[in-house]
């Protein structure tokens, strides 16, 4: 192999550059799901709300001018202050199977998080733990759903041919019969309904900013003891918002509520990663809406979903109020659409909700882990 050379991105072309690489990488990967490059570009923007208290930096690796690898490398105060940590994160990792690079990549992403100060690295991660995060290390045969990760089987040669070690797992579980999913359901509801104090309703869509916020207070409430969280900042909860509400539905959105204050919630939204396969990350083509007409036309017939997150407050936990959010979802939106589904992630060391999932059949089909790795003292890692 020619000379490696790791370069920070810098200008526009070698952002875009960034961005395009996957497509090497997956060329012949038939469940890689291309990102939308227009979305790529507005979460890579320093706009993005994550640097209003954080930063990061993004780095190409090149050998003999032709590109052979990416990285993110990322600071996250916030983080470090709520866990009392000195960490900084990567993520956006790809690489040819190829050591020798990897270890570039990942030497250059140490050193920029050296000079931040930080002592330990770990991911992947996107920003942070509230974006996209963990390596695939089963499932690789699986299309992967919205918002989540997807990589080749080498990757975690290379990653832990660095010297990382496993943080943390993170599971991903498949609902294939929700009408079973749901008579499970009944019958665990049934016998917690005199704990149950909860009323439960659908977002309201036309106020979906200020249903957003409720939803931060009980996710950043609920979430707090958990590996990895960090609260959602006001504008980040607000870009997230942005970003999902073409495709939040009002059934597939629920609130539990106890004399009108928020105590729970769960989201699942439409599998778009299934319209996404068909148009290749462009919405437009030779200045036609051709990608959006498909994505437009193929939206409401996905039968496949994805439960992105469901909350509870803890005073409110073992009173039956999250078999009940995720009962009515299954109901009145999951069954009526047909089809099948993931929630994803739960971390492996939530046994009361993986234990859960299991009891109402469930399948724990993808795994994804968190890496980590003391860094040595100097800025070349």
């Not at 969280?229 to 009002?250: C, G, N, Q």
């Amino acid at each position: 192999m020619p000379p490696l050379q790791v370069i920070q991105v810098e200008s526009r072309a070698d952002r875009n550059a960034f961005i395009k690489f996957p497509w090497k990488i997956y060329k012949n990967d038939p469940a890689w799901v291309p990102p939308l490059v227009i979305e790529r570009k507005e979460f890579l923007s320093r706009k993005h709300p994550f640097y209003e208290h954080g930063d990061a930096a993004l780095f190409l690796a090149r050998a003999g001018g032709e590109i052979v690898g990416r990285i993110m490398a990322s600071d996250d105060p916030n983080y470090n202050a709520l866990h009392q940590s000195n960490v900084g994160c990567f993520g956006l990792f790809e690489s040819i199977d190829d050591q020798a690079v990897a270890n570039a990549l990942f030497e250059a992403a140490a050193g920029w998080i050296r000079r931040k100060g930080r002592e330990e690295i770990i991911g992947p991660i996107d920003y942070s733990t509230n974006y996209v995060c963990g390596l695939l290390i089963d499932g690789f045969q699986h299309s992967p759903t919205l918002l989540t990760s997807h990589n080749p089987p080498y990757y975690r040669q290379l990653i832990e041919g660095w010297e990382f070690e496993k943080a943390i797992d993170l599971y991903a579980w498949w609902f294939s019969d929700f009408a079973e999913a749901a008579a499970r359901l009944r019958r665990l509801t049934s016998r917690m309904k005199d704990r149950q104090p909860a009323s439960i309703r659908p977002a309201d869509l036309k106020n979906l900013e200020k249903e957003g916020r409720r939803i931060r207070e009980i996710y950043n409430e609920a979430w707090e003891k958990n590996w990895g969280f960090v609260p959602f900042a006001e504008r980040e909860i607000d870009y997230m918002t942005k970003e999902l509400k073409p495709i939040v539905e009002s059934d597939l959105t629920l609130l539990a509520e106890v004399e009108g204050q928020p105590v729970g919630f769960i989201l699942a939204v439409r599998d778009i990663n299934v319209v996404l396969q068909k148009i290749n990350g462009r919405l437009t083509w030779f200045g036609l809406p051709i990608g959006l007409i498909k994505l437009l036309y193929y939206r409401r017939r996905i039968k496949k979903g994805r439960l992105i997150a469901l909350g509870v407050i803890p005073k409110y936990r073992r009173r039956g109020v999250a078999e009940a959010l995720v009962l009515r979802i299954i109901e009145e939106g999951m069954i009526k659409r047909g089809g099948a589904g993931e929630l994803s992630l739960t971390l492996e060391n939530n046994f009361m909700i993986n234990r859960f999932l299991e009891a109402i059949g469930a399948q724990k089909y993808k795994t994804y882990r968190i890496y980590r790795r003391l860094l040595p003292a100097s800025d070349s890692a």
